[in-house]
């Protein structure tokens, strides 16, 4: 970080100087200036002299106070890039020494559940005396381009009967296909628990741990026994599966083969009920999404629970909860879905906040210099309405000591978690603050250091930053109210 510090203070300063030049031409132009009225009124000239000579210590004590305002504004800049360009480095890298969890949008498909059935074709040809002589030379197979392909997959049988009809032949093949015939599920009870990592807590991108249970039940419809085959498929963008569990009428089932999802089949009696649970976990981010058909299909009974601690937004012309559960104070929310007898094509598409560790670590440095600049005119009302002399160098440590600690929190990101890294520079700032203004600047102080941490929470910070600038207006507004026209002090403090 030292090397990238330097780099980035390297390019700093050659900004710093392509302001400098139109500066020093800006006060050679002044001087100029003032010679010219000189030469032309020299009463006037020794006045302007006499008044700069008498305060020309405190102009550069308040110049002083203004470069250390600048510095800090620099050193923070140095330090947000550095940053950047650290956390840049560690995305685009081969390997990490960190986990880095490979996390998308999570969209689960309900199952589909077919009894298997046959039914049977028949084909019939009549065949002329020509077109027969070549199939007793090459074989059925020339009458191909007009039958099925006898060696299709779900054909289970397969006829052919030849009989005279006159001088021609006819030709009947039966063919037995076996079919699948979707059953309808009686009630499907699903719910996910999403748990999200935010930024903040360490992650390079927020992410949720979710937690999936889907309890569904179906009956053979017919009045034979049939064999009944039950596809779950696996979730698309949830990377691995924890703890898959499968359980059918309360027996553990694990299928060999999971190229088309875990599919259970098996022969079950005539108006038999079968109950199938699953459950497992995963970590996704973004979203996640219930598939409930491709097409327009009945919906007997459907529940669907979402319990999530982030505020969640909907596709548009998706399905809208029929309930929302929010805790008081942005706490955990439970929503909820139900369908009766429902005919839909619909599906359920949450949506969620998304950040990265870059972006809140950049919008927390962003927000610093102008922190600080406003912090130096809040500073400034404060001792004015509070009767609180304020000399320009120890307005100036005041600075630099909030900008130093400031500069550490973000430095110490590279180190620990940034909550922690960031709170600790926040403490910093807010003491070394202290030491050189004094407890009685303590609420402004305050405020200072609050408002760049606000940006750690990701999705609130313009609710805090508001609730910051209304707390600041209500503190000078009573000061105001307090030491207003007429009302002054007994015994004005001593200037330090």
Same mark, same amino acid.
């Given at each position: 970080m030292v090397q990238t510090a330097l780099q980035v203070l390297s390019l700093a300063l050659r900004d710093v100087l392509d302001v400098a030049f139109p500066l020093a031409l800006l006060l050679a132009a002044i001087f100029v200036a003032l010679l010219l009225v000189g030469l032309l009124d020299r009463d006037r000239f020794r006045r302007v002299l006499g008044s700069l000579s008498a305060n020309a210590a405190q102009v550069g004590r308040w110049a002083l106070a203004l470069l250390a305002l600048g510095a800090g504004v620099l050193l923070l800049d140095i330090v947000r890039r550095s940053v950047d360009?650290?956390?840049?480095?560690?995305?685009?890298?081969?390997?990490? =020494?960190?986990?880095?969890?490979?996390?998308?949008?999570?969209? $689960?498909?309900?199952?589909?559940?077919?009894?298997?059935?046959?039914?049977?074709? *028949?084909?019939?040809?009549?065949?002329?005396?020509?077109?027969?002589?070549?199939? !007793?030379?090459?074989?059925?197979?020339?009458l191909s381009p007009y039958l099925q392909d006898p060696s299709a997959? =779900?054909? @289970?049988?397969?006829?052919?009967?030849?009989?005279?009809?006159?001088?021609?032949? @006819?030709? *009947?093949?039966? +063919?037995?296909?076996?079919?699948?015939? /979707?059953? @309808?599920?009686?009630?499907? %009870? @699903?719910?996910?628990?999403?748990?999200?990592?935010? *930024?903040? !807590?360490?992650? #390079?991108?927020?992410? /949720?741990?979710? +937690?999936?249970?889907?309890?569904?039940?179906? %009956? =053979?419809?017919?009045?034979t026994p049939a064999t009944i085959r039950f596809a779950f498929p696996l979730p698309n963008g949830s990377g691995t599966l924890q703890g898959f569990s499968m359980t059918v009428n309360g027996q553990p089932y694990s299928a060999a083969d999971l190229s088309g999802g875990s599919v259970w089949e098996g022969s079950v009696d005539a108006g038999a009920a079968v109950t199938v649970a699953v459950t497992y976990r995963h970590q996704g981010s973004r979203g996640w999404s219930y598939d409930l058909s491709q097409r327009?299909?009945?919906? %007997?009974?459907?529940?669907?629970?979402? #319990?999530?601690?982030?505020?969640? %937004?909907?596709?548009?012309?998706?399905?809208?909860?029929?309930?929302?559960?929010? +805790?008081?104070?942005?706490?955990?929310?439970?929503? &909820?879905?139900?369908? $009766?007898?429902?005919?839909?094509?619909? =599906?359920?598409?949450?949506?969620?906040?998304?950040?990265?560790?870059?972006?809140?670590?950049?919008?927390?440095? &962003?927000? +610093?210099?102008?922190?600080?600049?406003?912090?130096?005119?809040?500073?400034l009302l404060w001792g004015n309405l509070n009767r609180l002399p304020l000399p320009p160098l120890r307005l100036a440590l005041g600075l630099l000591g909030v900008s130093l600690g400031l500069s550490f929190g973000g430095i110490l990101t590279g180190y620990v978690l940034p909550v922690p890294a960031e709170l600790l520079g926040g403490v910093l700032a807010l003491g070394l603050g202290l030491l050189a203004l004094g407890r009685r600047y303590l609420e402004p102080l305050l405020l200072i250091v609050l408002a760049p941490l606000t940006f750690l929470s990701v999705g609130n910070a313009g609710l805090l930053l508001g609730l910051l600038a209304v707390a600041a207006l209500l503190l000078l507004l009573l000061r105001w109210g307090r030491s207003g026209p007429g009302r002054q002090e007994a015994t004005p403090p001593a200037q330090v």
């Open positions: 360009l650290q956390l840049s480095g560690q995305q685009s890298a081969r390997y990490t =020494n960190t986990a880095d969890p490979n996390t998308s949008q999570t969209v $689960q498909q309900a199952p589909t559940i077919t009894y298997l059935n046959e039914r049977t074709y *028949t084909r019939t040809l009549t065949l002329p005396p020509a077109l027969l002589r070549r199939v !007793g030379e090459d074989g059925v197979q020339v997959d =779900n054909i @289970v049988r397969l006829r052919d009967q030849f009989t005279r009809s006159g001088q021609d032949v @006819v030709f *009947t093949r039966e +063919a037995t296909l076996q079919t699948q015939e /979707y059953i @309808v599920l009686d009630s499907s %009870k @699903v719910s996910a628990d999403l748990k999200f990592v935010d *930024t903040a !807590g360490g992650g #390079r991108q927020s992410y /949720y741990n979710a +937690a999936f249970q889907g309890t569904y039940s179906f %009956k =053979n419809p017919l009045n327009r299909e009945p919906v %007997k009974s459907f529940d669907l629970t979402i #319990r999530a601690d982030q505020n969640a %937004k909907f596709e548009r012309y998706s399905l809208f909860p029929t309930s929302i559960e929010r +805790a008081a104070f942005g706490g955990p929310q439970t929503l &909820h879905w139900q369908l $009766q007898n429902a005919i839909t094509a619909q =599906n359920v598409a949450v949506v969620f906040e998304q950040g990265s560790l870059r972006e809140t670590l950049s919008k927390v440095a &962003h927000f +610093a210099p102008i922190s600080l600049a406003l912090g130096a005119w809040l500073l």
